[in-house]
C-alpha cells in the first residue's frame, strides 16, 4: 500500500514540482522555434528567471538579430511599395475620379466642381456666360476640376475619356467643349467635338491651355483661371479679338508628366526592387535561421 501512495507516483496535482520543472523544460525547447515576427515577451522573462543553464544565453542574440534584420526589410519593401507601385491607389483619389466620369454632365449648371476650389459668384458668372453661348450659338462647354488623376497619364486623355463616356455619339459630342483643371498638378485641358474644334481654333485652344490654366493655377486662382479660359473660348466661337492670358516668367510651362515609355520602364524597375526586398525580408532570415539552429 505503501509503494502505491509514495510521492513517486502521486497525480501532478497532488506534486506540482516536477510538472513545473517539465512545463519550463518544454517552454525552453519550444521557444526558440517561435516565430521570429512575433517573439514572445513574457515567455522570454520567464525563461531568463527560471530555466537552467541548460538553454545557452548566445541562442537569443542571433534570433534577436535575424528578427530585427526581417522586421526592417518588410517595412522598407511596405514602403516602397506604398511609394512606386501604380496598383496601391487610395479609395479618395480612385473614386472621385471615376464618380467624375459615371455621374455624367452637369444639367443644372456647366460646372463639375469636384475638387472644390470655385466660388458661387464664380460658379453664376459661368452659367450665365456658357447659357448665352449655348443659346446663340448652340455650343455647350463643360468645365470640371479635379484634384488628382491617377487612371490617366494626364489632363488630356482624362478629358479625352469625359467627352467619350458623357457624349458617347458623334452627334452628341460634335457641338461640346470640356474644360478640365487638375488642381495638384497645375495643369489643364481642353477637348471637344470636330464643331467645337473648329470654332475655337487650334491657337485659342492651345493658349488657353498653356497660358489661362497653368499660370493661373500655379498661383492657387482658380477662380479665374476657369472664368478667363471660358471667356477666351467664347471670344473664339463668338470671332472676337482674343482677350489673351497670363504668362510664366520664363514664358513657357513644361510637363511634370513623363512620356508612356518612361513610365514602363519605371514600373518595372519598382516592381523588381520590390519584389527583390520581400524575398531577402523573407526568405533569407529564415533560411539563415534553420541553418544556425540545424548547426547547434
Not at 526558440?32 to 541548460?54: A, D, E, G, Q
Not at 459661368?126 to 494626364?154: Q, Y
Request: charged fraction near 20%.
Amino acid at each position: 500500500m505503501e509503494t502505491i501512495l509514495s510521492s513517486h507516483s502521486v497525480h501532478p496535482v497532488l506534486n506540482p514540482k516536477p510538472s513545473i520543472s517539465k512545463n519550463l523544460l518544454l517552454s525552453s525547447w519550444h521557444q526558440p522555434r517561435s516565430n521570429p515576427l512575433f517573439p514572445s515577451k513574457p515567455i522570454t522573462c520567464t525563461l531568463k528567471t527560471h530555466t537552467s543553464h541548460s538553454v545557452k544565453p548566445s541562442l537569443s542574440e542571433p534570433i534577436n538579430w535575424f528578427v530585427h534584420a526581417q522586421q526592417g526589410l518588410v517595412a522598407l519593401a511596405i514602403s516602397l511599395a506604398f511609394n512606386f507601385s501604380p496598383v496601391l491607389l487610395t479609395d479618395n483619389a480612385v473614386a472621385s475620379e471615376f464618380d467624375v466620369i459615371n455621374e455624367g454632365p452637369p444639367k443644372e449648371s456647366y460646372v463639375v466642381d469636384d475638387a472644390n476650389v470655385l466660388s458661387r459668384v464664380t460658379k453664376s458668372d459661368l452659367k450665365r456666360l456658357l447659357s448665352d453661348l449655348e443659346s446663340r450659338k448652340n455650343f455647350h462647354i463643360n468645365f470640371v476640376t479635379v484634384r488628382k488623376l491617377t487612371s490617366k497619364a494626364d489632363a488630356f486623355e482624362y478629358a479625352d475619356q469625359v467627352l467619350e463616356k458623357w457624349y458617347p455619339t458623334l452627334e452628341e459630342g460634335s457641338n461640346k467643349g470640356i474644360v478640365v483643371l487638375v488642381t495638384s498638378q497645375k495643369e489643364g485641358a481642353v477637348t471637344g467635338g470636330p464643331a467645337f474644334i473648329e470654332a475655337v481654333g487650334e491657337k485659342i485652344l492651345d493658349a488657353t491651355v498653356t497660358e489661362n490654366l497653368p499660370v493661373l493655377a500655379t498661383e492657387e486662382k482658380y477662380n479665374e483661371a476657369i472664368y478667363s479660359s471660358a471667356k477666351r473660348l467664347v471670344a473664339a466661337i463668338d470671332g472676337l479679338p482674343d482677350p489673351g492670358g497670363p504668362t510664366f516668367k520664363d514664358n513657357k510651362r513644361e510637363s511634370n508628366f513623363k512620356s508612356r515609355e518612361e513610365t514602363e520602364e519605371k514600373r518595372g524597375q519598382f516592381s523588381l526592387v520590390v519584389g527583390g526586398l520581400l524575398v531577402i525580408a523573407f526568405v533569407v532570415p529564415m533560411a539563415q535561421y534553420y541553418a544556425y539552429v540545424s548547426k547547434k
